[in-house]
Nanobody
């Protein structure tokens, strides 16, 4: 069993930055990949970024590549999402997720088996 708690969301203006954090407990954090997803009103949940268990490999959605950075601190059982140059279209609830065992990293919703409750990010124009 894994518990995930996101924090760091808020209301910002276009061009601003935010850093989201996701604190994990339960399963050995350093043994599984992590991901960030987001869901805007009326839209399906979409992949944002993923990171391997060691932090050595990362992968991003095209819409955030070059603006967002995913990282992890295994000593603190925490994964981060640094979001720069935010745009109004980044407005969504952001969820962190823990990947299933033996998943190196993944952009697929179906490869994750634990999810946080989400944190709201709102970007005004």
């Amino acid at each position: 069993q894994v518990q995930l708690v996101e924090s760091g969301g808020g209301l910002v203006q276009a061009g601003d930055s935010l850093r989201l954090s996701c604190a994990a407990s339960g399963r050995t954090f350093s043994s599984y990949a992590m991901g960030w997803f987001r869901q805007a009103p009326g839209k399906e949940r979409e992949f944002v970024a993923t990171i391997s268990w060691s932090g050595g490999s990362t992968y991003y959605a095209d819409s955030v590549k070059g603006r967002f950075t995913i990282s992890r601190d295994n000593a603190k059982n925490t994964v981060y999402l640094q979001m720069n140059s935010l745009k109004p279209e980044d407005t969504a609830v952001y969820y962190c997720a823990a990947a299933k065992p033996d998943t190196y990293w993944s952009g697929s919703y179906y490869d994750y088996d634990y999810w946080g409750e989400g944190t709201q990010v709102t970007v005004s124009s």
